[in-house]
């Protein structure tokens, strides 16, 4: 019998399940509380083993098409100049500029494309689960109620298909001391393919990266601070939050928040690590953010879920649907990527984000340093050294991938 998935979350991970699920003849059915894919955010990479699933998912073209070809990494001053730079060469494509970029709302919307005839269930989300011997009651917030063999929780940090089947935030979410905010504006200034942060004493940020339109950026505020409540679902508010923190800061502060106020693709959210210790419980599986996210400090979070969704509709293949067998050959396979791959820069939030003016020109001191001859060759030895810890195996043709099979009858 065909398996039923629901996946809660439609964002990286949640398609990225449904498209392997579905190649691999699973029923998946995919809801997502926003009222269709979320275009926001900022670039994100497609570093090592991710690339080769993308390639495996025939979708290497489409993200060709919207690749970003950012130059690196400049720390300004409030006057706009120069303090310190990355440039992405120097790192080979494994600095904080990867080789394969992309807008994270065009990833989104390229997996959305990809999956375009499975079935969505936009603004709605999952409200109760009730698992038994054979399937999950699925209760819906929008009042339905459905069966399904197995439920993937793929909807991010603050999921909650994890609240309901694994326990509380507080025991998986860990607050590493900052937010972040992500928006769309017009460009204050050419960025001339340039990513540019002011840091402002406070542990604050003010970004500018490249959009595809010259005419726009994507505006960065982050900042320090211990956790602060509130409503997850209000932007308004959370607009309001962070202009209170960076009102009268200077550089393109001004200009930045004058754009806030009307960005409708505002993104707000604490810069935080989910670590769980085991990633399935009876029907229930977790992927991407929702089971295992270093944050946006490490860096990693749409390899990790481009890759955690590939390995879980794999060994769901691989075992017939046997979610006993598939879910812990899934944790098996992937943990020790995982672990590698949530490691934080050294210093963390505290030497990406300095609280003090001394504190900034140290930082750009070093990375002057670091970046300089003889030291930038070190520094790109040291990024390339680590290859990815996983063995990624090839859930193919006697797993009946119907495409894999016609591409080699065709050959
Ligand atoms: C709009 C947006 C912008 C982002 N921008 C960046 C960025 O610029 N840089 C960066 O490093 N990371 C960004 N992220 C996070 C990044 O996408 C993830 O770290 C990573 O790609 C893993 O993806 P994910 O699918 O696990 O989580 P996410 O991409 O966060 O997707 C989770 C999805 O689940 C949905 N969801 C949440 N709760 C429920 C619920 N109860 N029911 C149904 N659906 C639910 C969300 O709306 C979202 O679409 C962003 C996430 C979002 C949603």
Not at 183 to 207: C, H, Q
Not at 342 to 357: R, V
Request: proline fraction near 6%; include cysteine.
């Amino acid at each position: 019998m065909t398996k039923r998935v629901l996946i809660s979350g439609g964002g990286i991970a949640g398609p990225a399940v449904a498209f392997w699920l579905r190649r691999f003849g699973f029923a998946p059915t995919v809801v997502e509380v926003a009222p269709g894919p979320r275009p926001g955010g900022q670039t994100v990479d497609l570093r090592g083993v991710s690339r080769v699933v993308v390639e495996r998912m025939g979708l290497m073209a489409a993200v060709g098409e919207r690749q970003m070809h950012e130059r690196g990494l400049e720390y300004v001053r409030a006057n706009g100049r120069r303090a310190a730079a990355m440039p992405a060469e120097l790192f080979d494509g494994a600095g904080p500029v990867a080789e394969i970029e992309i807008l994270r709302g065009d990833l989104a919307g390229i997996l959305a494309d990809a999956t375009g005839d499975i079935e969505y269930l936009y603004g709605d989300s999952v409200a109760k689960l009730d698992e038994d011997a054979s399937g999950v009651e699925v209760t819906f917030a929008g009042g339905t109620q459905r069966r399904f063999d197995l439920v993937v929780g793929a909807d991010g940090v603050h999921s909650r298909v994890r609240r309901l089947a694994f326990g509380p935030e507080e025991r998986f979410v860990q607050h590493l001391g900052g937010y972040m905010s992500y928006f769309t504006i017009e460009t204050p200034e050419p960025l001339n393919d340039w990513m540019k942060i002011y840091s402002a004493p406070g542990g604050r940020w003010v970004g500018l990266r490249p959009d595809h339109n010259p005419r726009f950026a994507r505006a960065l505020l982050a900042f320090r601070s211990p956790v602060l409540s509130y409503d997850r679902r209000d932007a308004e508010a959370q607009k309001a939050l962070v202009r209170e923190r960076f009102e009268g800061l200077g550089w393109h502060t001004e200009r930045i928040l004058a754009g806030l106020r009307n960005a409708d693709d505002f993104y707000f959210d604490s810069v935080s690590r989910v670590v769980v210790p085991e990633w399935s419980r009876g029907r229930f599986a977790l992927a991407g953010d929702a089971g295992y996210c270093g944050s946006p400090l490490a860096g990693h979070g749409t390899a990790l879920s481009l890759v955690g969704a590939y390995v879980l509709a794999g060994e769901l293949a691989a075992a017939d649907g046997d979610h006993l067998r598939a879910f812990p050959a899934y944790q098996a396979r992937m943990q020790a990527y995982v672990d590698q791959r949530m490691e934080l820069p050294p210093g963390g939030i505290k030497m990406a984000m300095p609280m003090t003016s001394v504190g900034v020109r140290l930082r750009d001191t070093s990375t002057r340093v670091m970046t300089s001859r003889p030291f930038s060759g070190l520094l790109a030895k040291m990024a390339i050294a680590k290859p990815d810890a996983i063995d990624l195996p090839d859930y193919s043709v006697e797993r009946g991938d119907p495409v894999r099979i016609a591409a080699e009858q065709a050959e």
